[in-house]
């Protein structure tokens, strides 16, 4: 275990749904991210959060809301998403942000939009 | 603009050889650069790194090359084992960026 954990690890969503992902890091870190994972495409970082403030967003359509309450949780609200939004959506964590920092990950959502 | 690519997107070797795993990158501005691995199920596992100003460094039956004049990364596995059996990802960043920016993904089959 990494120490970061999402929930759920599986959803099945039509496009009119709501609903959000949720991560939780056990690692006292203070940076928090963000990324998709597609079939055959490299990882893309979508969000960036360092002490609970955004400091990325990676050109992410509206219909993907972060939200960071704290420095422990981050969470994905998704709304009105389209089957190319079919992914794994994975988050991370690292001491502070910054590249150099080493990011420990979570083990996923894989997201099915029908 | 930057970019990082991997040669093969699919690697098999016989169990108990070596692996030699290949990135190139294309940001000559790129200071930093880390290994990843990712099991079937789980997020991706830092490796090893290694910064510019070095052209070698070991971990435990892992070797990471850097070659920059050629802009070129690779990941020497040795002594393979079943448990090695992944997708390994190099990844570049630059001092003072937030992102890493990850290559394509190579799959590693370790045969019995």
């Known amino acids: 275990e990494t120490g970061v954990t999402q929930t759920p690890r599986h959803l099945v969503m039509g496009m009119t749904n709501k609903k959000s992902l949720k991560c939780e890091q056990h690692?006292?870190?203070?940076?928090m991210y963000w990324y998709k994972q597609s079939a055959k495409k490299p990882l893309e970082l979508m969000f960036v959060?360092?002490?609970?403030?955004?400091?990325e967003n990676n050109s992410v359509p509206s219909r993907f809301s972060p939200e960071c309450p704290n420095s422990s949780h981050l969470f994905l609200h998704l709304h009105t998403l389209q089957p190319e939004d079919s992914a794994l959506y994975l988050c991370?964590?690292?001491?502070?942000?910054?590249?150099?920092?080493?990011?420990?990950f979570g083990p996923g959502t894989r997201l099915l939009v029908l | 603009g930057e970019s990082v690519g991997l040669h093969l997107p699919t690697l098999s070797v016989q169990e108990g050889d070596n692996s030699i795993i290949n990135c190139a990158y294309s940001?000559?501005?790129?200071?930093?650069f880390i290994w990843y691995k990712q099991e079937s199920g789980k997020g991706p596992q830092f490796i090893i790194d290694?910064?510019?100003?070095?052209d070698k460094r070991q971990g435990q039956r892992v070797t990471v090359l850097l070659n920059k004049t050629v802009k070129h990364l690779s990941l020497q596995i040795a002594a393979t084992q079943p448990g090695d059996s992944a997708v390994y990802f190099c990844?570049?960043?630059?001092?003072?960026?937030?992102?890493?920016?990850f290559g394509q993904g190579t799959r590693l089959t370790i045969n019995p």
């Open positions: 290694i910064r510019s100003n070095m």
């Open positions: 990844a570049e960043t630059v001092q003072g960026a937030q992102k890493l920016v």
């Open positions: 959060y360092n002490f609970k403030e955004q400091t």
């Open positions: 991370a964590s690292s001491s502070l942000a910054g590249g150099r920092e080493t990011q420990y």
């Open positions: 940001n000559s501005a790129s200071d930093y």
């Open positions: 690692l006292g870190h203070n940076a």
